[in-house]
C-alpha cells in the first residue's frame, strides 16, 4: 500500500531524504518549498567573493522532483500543521500524508537585545540577501575605482561578526577577494580592512583543533583583523559598538552571530529549544509525533558527545538519511534505529584556492590540496543534482 510522505523544505536535508525516499516506489513523496531552487548554501561565500554564479549554486527543484517517477514538487509557503488530521496547509492547497518530515532549515538570529542590528547589517544565509550583498559590495568597489585618483583614499572596512563557520569562511573570502581585485586592477589605493568579531579567544569554536589552527594561521596570512572575547553589543549606521565599548567603523557588515529555526518550526504545537529547534528523539522522530520527523537545522539534534550537532550540510544529509530509515522501518512495524549522527567531516573556505579540510577525523588537508578536495566534494554534490534534473529538462516538450 502507498505512503504519503510530504517534506517541507528543499534544502540538503530535504533533498536528500526526498532522494532516498524516491529509491522506494511505495512512498508517494511530495517535497514543499516556497522557492523553486535548491541552494548551495555552504558556497554563499563564493557567491559574494565573485567566485561563483547563480547558476553555480542553485538546482531547480521543479526539475529535480520531476526525475523522480513518486515525487512531486509543490511551490508554496506552508501556513500550518494539523498533526492530529495529518494535515499539511500550503498556500490554497491542503496535502494529507502518512509521515511528515520537517526540514525547513533556519536562518540568521539578529537578537532584538544589539539595537540596530536589524537596520545596518547583513545576514547571507538565505540567497537573495547573499545577492543582494554582493550586488551592493561590487558597487562600493567600483565606486573605489572611480575615486581612484582623488587625493584622499579613504579607508574601506567590512566587519563580519561571529567566528564560526560562515564568519570565517565569509572574513577569510572578502579579504583574499577584495586583496586579489586590488592587484589585478593595479590599484594604489588598496587600504580595504576585513575585521572578524570573534566572542571566544579562538575562531570556529567546537570544530576540529586542526582547522582551528590553519583557520586562525589562513586569516592572519590575509590581514583579517580578529577581535577576540568581543560581541557587538550595538550597531550605529557605520560603526559596529562591542561589548567593551570599543567601536570599529565599517562600510559594510554582515552578521554571522548564530542561528534561529524558521518561523514555521517556531509556531508549531511541538517542544522546542531555546534557538526554536524541534525537539527530537535520538530517531529524530518529534517528540510525542511518531508519523513526523525533523531533520537539519531545524531539530535540536546532539552528536555522540550530547553536544549540539554543528549545521553543516553533512550533519543535514546524516539527519535525512536516518530519518528515511526510520520512516521505512515504521512502516514495516519494526522498532526505530536510535543513533547520534557522526559527521564524516568538516570543510572550511579559507580563500581562493585555499581550504582545509579533515575527513573522518584523520585525514586531513590544507591549502591547495584542501581547496582541491573540497571542490571535488562539493562539484560531485552538484553534478549528481544537475544530472538527475537534466533527465527531466530533456523531456521537456520542445517549442515549434
Excluded at 325 to 353: C, D, K, Q, W
Excluded at 387 to 394: C, D, L, V
Aim: with cysteine.
Amino acid at each position: 500500500m502507498n505512503k504519503r510522505v510530504v517534506i517541507i523544505g528543499g534544502g540538503y536535508a530535504g533533498v536528500r531524504a526526498m532522494q532516498h525516499l524516491s529509491a522506494r516506489p511505495y512512498m508517494q513523496v511530495t517535497l514543499i518549498d516556497k522557492n523553486p531552487f535548491h541552494y548551495l548554501q555552504t558556497e554563499a561565500y563564493a557567491l559574494i567573493a565573485q567566485q561563483a554564479t547563480l547558476v553555480d549554486i542553485t538546482v531547480d527543484l521543479p526539475a529535480l522532483c520531476s526525475s523522480y517517477e513518486n515525487v512531486t514538487f509543490v511551490k508554496a509557503d506552508v501556513t500550518g500543521i494539523d498533526f492530529d488530521a495529518r494535515r499539511v496547509t500550503a498556500g490554497t492547497r491542503e496535502l494529507y500524508y502518512d509521515y511528515i518530515v520537517l526540514a525547513m532549515g533556519s536562518r540568521t538570529f539578529f537578537p532584538d537585545a544589539i539595537p540596530g542590528l536589524h537596520d545596518y547589517a547583513h545576514g547571507v544565509k538565505s540567497l537573495k540577501n547573499a545577492f543582494r550583498f554582493r550586488q551592493q559590495f561590487e558597487r562600493q568597489l567600483f565606486e573605489r575605482m572611480s575615486s581612484e585618483a582623488d587625493e584622499e583614499c579613504r579607508r574601506f572596512n567590512v566587519v563580519v561578526a561571529g567566528a564560526g563557520l560562515s564568519g570565517v569562511e565569509i572574513a577569510a573570502e572578502m579579504a583574499d577577494y577584495t586583496r586579489w581585485f586590488m592587484r589585478k586592477n593595479r590599484m594604489l589605493c588598496d587600504n580595504i580592512d576585513v575585521y572578524l568579531i570573534a566572542s571566544h579567544d579562538e575562531v570556529l569554536s567546537g570544530m576540529h583543533p586542526y582547522l582551528k589552527a590553519k583557520a586562525k594561521t589562513r586569516l592572519q596570512t590575509l590581514g583579517v583583523t580578529v577581535v577576540f572575547g568581543e560581541r557587538v553589543a550595538s550597531v550605529e549606521p557605520n560603526t559596529a559598538v562591542l561589548t567593551s565599548g570599543r567601536r570599529v567603523d565599517f562600510d559594510f557588515m554582515i552578521f554571522a552571530g548564530g542561528i534561529i529555526a524558521s518561523k514555521l518550526a517556531r509556531s508549531l504545537d511541538v517542544e522546542r529549544n531555546k534557538k526554536g529547534q524541534i525537539a527530537v528523539h535520538p530517531s529524530l522522530a518529534v517528540v510525542g509525533k511518531e508519523d513526523a520527523f525533523a531533520i537539519g537545522d531545524t531539530a535540536d539534534i546532539r552528536g555522540h558527545d550530547g553536544r549540539p550537532l554543528p549545521a553543516t550540510a553533512n550533519g543535514a544529509e546524516k539527519s535525512a538519511e536516518l530519518a528515511v530509515l526510520n520512516i521505512l522501518r515504521s512502516n514495516r512495524s519494526e522498532p526505530m534505529v536510535e543513533r547520534p549522527i557522526r559527521l564524516e567531516g568538516y570543510m572550511v573556505a579559507l580563500g581562493r584556492f585555499n581550504a582545509a579540510v579533515v575527513l573522518f577525523d584523520r585525514i586531513r588537508f590544507s591549502g591547495l590540496i584542501g581547496y582541491v578536495m573540497k571542490r571535488l566534494i562539493t562539484n560531485r554534490y552538484k553534478f549528481l543534482l544537475d544530472s538527475r534534473a537534466y533527465k527531466a529538462f530533456r523531456r521537456k516538450p520542445e517549442v515549434s
